[in-house]
């Protein structure tokens, strides 16, 4: 009799080891649940936490060649130095096609910015664009080094977008320091007297006195549907900002709004035109440290 209850013990206890394993593993899921998942919400607090920061800190325009499946794609990413050298490029849709459907912007439907490396030689271009999708113009590379090309589009219904890419051209390259901070600029026979701090992370606003020959320019030509045309780079890696003009009268002021993400050196280059031609005042500014 004792050996016949010793034989049937074992089972029954194995099987008793394995119910109360199961019990503890359930109790533990419910106290889980009771309580709450606090490591889970602890990382979706930081989450939260990291967007708004990426908000503030979001990548600027012109650093990357695709942006939202868009691809700016060159022709050629190395070129011979000339005056007149033909440059063509595609921007591709997230489908890899050629993106022929764009909405306008200042009159145009793509504006091609291009800056040496050491902020020399800009020039703001707008190409032709065939019936494949190929744009193409032709660039003033006299000067050897490396370019920067940024293409401002807005696809068809879809947001403003700023690829950028690297073009070389070979050769000696010499590098020219960046002018220090300046509030005037002369080009041709004009004085452009430049107003206005510019504070990073915030909407500053700016303004462009033009004169010529020491006398105020009243009468200031629309260009690309604006009296003037704002560009700023950032200096340390060519960040691309948006920069709007406000509406107003044909000078002798032209207002803008910067938004700068950072503090730090910009480059800005304004285009207005007067007398049928187009001119172009450079300035360097120091964007100050916004509050916290």
């Known amino acids: ?19 109360g394993i199961s019990f503890l593993f359930l109790a533990a899921l419910f106290v889980g649940d009771t309580i ?15 967007d708004e920061h990426n908000e503030e800190t979001s ?37 890899g096609a050629a993106l022929a459907d764009y909405d306008d912007m200042h009159t145009k439907e793509l504006h091609l910015i291009v800056v040496r490396r050491d902020l020399t030689d800009f020039q703001h271009v707008h ?15 006299t000067t050897p080094g490396p370019y920067r090309l940024f293409a401002d589009f807005t696809p068809a219904g879809g947001e403003n977008i ?12 010499r590098p020219q320091p960046l002018s220090p901070p300046n509030v005037t600029s002369s080009v041709d026979d004009y004085t452009v007297t430049l107003a206005g701090a510019v504070t990073a992370g915030t909407n500053s606003t700016v303004s462009l006195t033009i004169e010529q020959n020491g006398r105020e320019v009243t009468d200031l030509e629309p260009y690309l549907g604006a009296y003037g045309h704002l560009v700023a780079l950032r200096a340390d890696d060519l960040a691309y900002l948006h920069v709007h003009p406000e509406e107003g009268p044909p000078g002798p002021t032209v207002d803008f709004t910067v938004d700068a993400p950072t ?25 100050q440290e916004g509050q916290a």
């Not at 190409?127 to 590379?141: F, I, N, Q, Y």
């Not at 700023?162 to 390259?173: F, H, I, N, Q, S």
């Open 162 to 173: 700023t690829l950028g890419a690297e073009l070389t051209v070979p050769g000696d390259y």
């Open 36 to 50: 709450g998942p606090a490591t889970p919400a602890t990382a979706a607090a930081s989450h939260t936490g990291h």
């Open 59 to 95: 990548i600027p325009a012109g650093l990357q060649a695709t942006q939202d499946g868009y691809t700016l794609e060159l022709d050629r990413s190395v070129v011979e130095s000339g005056s007149a050298v033909p440059v063509a490029f595609t921007i591709r849709r997230p489908d």
């Open 127 to 141: 190409p032709m664009r065939d019936a494949s999708g190929t744009w193409s113009t032709a660039l003033d590379l």
């Open 263 to 287: 503090a730090g050196t910009y480059a800005l280059y304004l285009d207005f035109q007067h007398g049928g031609v187009v001119h172009t005042a450079e300035f360097t500014i120091e964007a």
């Open 1 to 19: 009799m004792n050996l016949g209850r010793q034989e049937l013990d074992a089972p029954t206890k194995l099987v008793g080891f394995f119910v």
